[in-house]
T-cell receptor, first 115, second 114 residues
């Protein structure tokens, strides 16, 4: 596609509910990143995929967070038993490859509100 | 370990005035440095990056930044602000020897007055 697409754009969940956030990267991009951006803060790294392999998940805040990219394209970030502190904008970015010469292109994000 | 400090959560300038957004970094190795811009309800867009070549880096939309190792700074400037420059700006640092995953600052909101 023309850019990184994320859906839904907005999600309201009741505390304890499970949610799934989708990211469609730019076609052909090998690397995919998830970030969490709390209100008034910069993005914080959650996890990174190279093709279907999850190479780094050091930023996932708890075992309630799970990400997958089974076919090396679309990725899903799942949050189980959501808590109020999970409220944030979740950003997805993709790049052609790994390395600083490969610019990360960001989606518009999914704004998650947990009530 | 690496980190970024952006001085001033908000910067207000008049249209046509100089824009200066401050960024100081901390890194145990020579870093790569980035500036991103985020418009409301949009994702981040790369403005420019420093990757150990020229210390003065020119980016899109007339922005530039200078890497100063002695001051551990990477301030973003633009000679003349335009109304369309109003946005959130993020400085970021990454480790060239690592996975290139950037660490972002908290952001500076640029307000441009007519």
């Amino acid at each position: 596609g023309a850019g990184v697409s994320q859906s839904p754009r907005y999600k309201v969940a009741k505390r304890g509910q499970d949610v799934a956030l989708r990211c469609d990267p730019i076609s052909g991009h090998v690397s995919l990143f998830w970030y969490q951006q709390a209100l008034g803060q910069g993005p914080e790294f959650l996890t990174y995929f190279q093709n279907e392999a999850q190479l780094d998940k050091s930023g996932l805040p708890s075992d309630r967070f799970f990400a997958e990219r089974p076919e090396g394209s679309v990725s899903t970030l799942k949050i189980q038993r959501t808590q109020q502190e999970d409220s944030a904008v979740y950003l997805c970015a993709s790049s052609l490859g790994q390395g600083v010469q490969n610019i990360q292109y960001f989606g518009a994000g999914t704004r998650l509100s947990v009530l | 370990a690496q980190s970024v400090t952006q001085l001033g959560s908000h910067v207000s300038v008049s249209e046509g005035a100089l824009v200066l957004l401050r960024c100081n970094y901390s890194s145990s190795v020579p870093p790569y440095l980035f500036w991103y811009v985020q418009y409301p309800n949009q994702g981040l867009q790369l403005l420019l990056k420093y990757t150990s070549a020229a210390t003065l880096v020119k980016g899109i939309n007339g922005f530039e930044a200078e890497f100063k190792k002695s001051e551990t700074s990477f301030h973003l400037t633009k000679p003349s602000a335009h109304m369309s420059d109003a946005a959130e700006y993020f400085c970021a640092v990454s480790n060239p020897g690592g996975s290139y995953i950037p660490t972002f600052g908290r952001g500076t909101s640029l307000i441009v007055h007519p």
